[in-house]
Nanobody, 124 residues
Framework: QVQLVESGGGLVQAGDSLRLSCVAS????????PGWFRQTPGKEREFVAA????????YYSDSVKGRFTISRDDAKKTVYLQMDSLKPEDTAVYYC?????????????????WGQGTQVTVSS
């Protein structure tokens, strides 16, 4: 069982930057492929960014492409989401997740482990 703990959320103004971190409890986290999702009240969980299973490329939703960057530090068992040029519509609870091999990167149902979420609020 892998536990994921996110941090780094907060209240910022439009145009600001934030970096979210997700720390895994187990070394076996390295056997999984991480991703980030977000959710607002009354809406389904939305894909934000993820690594490919091979690690050769990253995937981003159209709404964040060019502004957000996913990265990882395996030695620290940590995944990051660098968020630049934030917009009010980026306001959401952000979740870190990990999926096994072969899973569809954009589908929340493919992910086996989830963090508790961290709130990001962007004011206009």
């Amino acid at each position: 069982q892998v536990q994921l703990v996110e941090s780094g959320g907060g209240l910022v103004q439009a145009g600001d930057s934030l970096r979210l971190s997700c720390v895994a409890s187990e070394q076996t986290f390295l056997d999984y492929t991480p991703g980030w999702f977000r959710q607002t009240p009354g809406k389904e969980r939305e894909f934000v960014a993820a690594f490919s299973g091979s690690g050769h490329r990253n995937y981003y939703s159209d709404s964040v492409k060019g502004r957000f960057t996913i990265s990882r530090d395996d030695a620290k068992k940590t995944v990051y989401l660098q968020m630049d040029s934030l917009k009010p519509e980026d306001t959401a609870v952000y979740y870190c997740a990990a999926r096994g091999p072969g899973g569809r990167y954009f589908s929340p149902n493919e992910y086996d482990f989830w963090g508790q979420g961290t709130q990001v609020t962007v004011s206009s």
